[in-house]
């Protein structure tokens, strides 16, 4: 992916906005749009989401995971020292993961915990509805450590993941 300069204004030019309209939207001059896509100029990552909503686009396409802002916002982040900006830090990085490569993986690994969840509900309330009142202590005693066990799983699973990178 290139800078964020270069994307800002190919996707500006691509909704057909002027620098004026752009920064309009969003509470700044046109000049300081056209400081961003001169380069002359970083914005905060929070001026970077409004401009993406903006845009009507996610994040990602206008900065990756490698970028200066990201770095100097997770900086920022660890620094704790703002924690006014924990939850932007939150959505934009969530937005940067999920409309890169691997996130289609991640939507299809959610998918299927949600749906091997599904399965397991399902055969425990069928089960329930078949036992007396022993057995229902039993199988609640079981579903928790499905439910425990469940969380293990997913914890191995990310590991896993992220170690295949």
């Excluded at 990756?64 to 006014?84: L, M, Q, Y």
């Amino acid at each position: 992916m290139s800078d964020f300069p270069e994307n800002l204004k190919l996707q500006r030019q691509k909704k057909n906005l002027t620098q004026e309209d752009l920064g309009r939207l969003i509470g700044v001059s046109g000049v300081t749009i056209m400081r961003y896509e001169k380069g002359a100029r970083q914005p905060k990552l929070e001026t970077i989401k409004r401009l993406a909503d903006a845009l009507k686009i996610p994040v990602a396409a206008l900065i990756d995971i490698n970028s200066p802002v990201i770095s100097k916002a997770t900086d920022r982040f660890i620094s704790g020292k703002h924690p006014e900006e924990i939850e932007t830090y939150g959505d934009v990085m969530d937005d940067i993961v999920m409309n890169s490569p691997i996130g289609s993986t991640i939507n299809e690994y959610q998918t299927a915990v949600a749906e091997l969840n599904q399965l397991r509900l399902d055969m425990i309330i069928l089960c329930y509805q078949t036992l007396d009142e022993t057995g229902k202590e039993n199988l609640f005693k079981y579903a928790q450590q499905l439910l425990e066990n469940s969380e293990d799983f997913q914890t191995s699973m990310k590991e896993h993941l992220t170690e295949d990178k």
